[in-house]
């Protein structure tokens, strides 16, 4: 129930050559309280609802829970998340022994690419690839939830 993830951003689009998976994701919060976010995610025909609590201050770890929960479900609870949605395109890409989720941004945080990488203990190595750019890990401004309430759109 721990995560323990990098984040950074991405310099290329050739990671949708390498990609083995590629899925709409539109999600919303009900609850953005830094202490704990509440996230209700529709991923493909999927709805998940998730807890996260509060990052470590170097980012790379938190408590994470997270539950199915039906499509009809997630979009109810979409209707009731504070203002913000986040929509974007999740592609899957394994390098090495890891997959890395990148996330290509639409409408609000149009032009935002992020790749992640979970890792089982903050040490790990993990192979780089090329399209990978500035780690971002910690960054509170690249959190979904920041980008909810302060698009990528706002910062120029």
């Known amino acids: 129930m721990i995560e323990i993830e990098r984040k950074f951003l991405v310099i290329s689009e050739d990671f949708k050559k390498e990609s083995h998976s590629k899925t709409r994701i539109v999600q919303g919060f009900l609850n953005t309280n830094p202490e704990r976010t509440v996230r209700v995610r529709l991923r493909g025909d999927t709805g998940f609802l998730t807890v996260k609590g509060k990052s470590t201050d170097d980012g790379l770890k938190r408590f994470e829970w997270e539950k199915e929960i039906s499509k009809s ?3 109810a609870l979409l209707l009731l998340c504070e203002k913000g949605v986040i ?5 899957d890409i394994n390098v090495g022994e890891h997959t890395f989720e990148v996330d290509v941004f639409s409408e609000d945080n149009k032009g ?15 192979e780089k690839p090329e399209w990978l750019g ?7 401004r690249y959190y979904n939830s920041t980008l909810s309430k302060n698009p990528f759109n706002t910062w120029i």
């Open 134 to 140: 500035k780690e971002v890990t910690g960054d509170k």
């Open 112 to 126: 935002l690419i992020l790749a992640e990488v979970e890792l089982s203990h903050q040490d790990e190595v993990f």
């Open 73 to 75: 479900d997630a979009e």
């Open 87 to 91: 929509d974007k395109v999740r592609y």
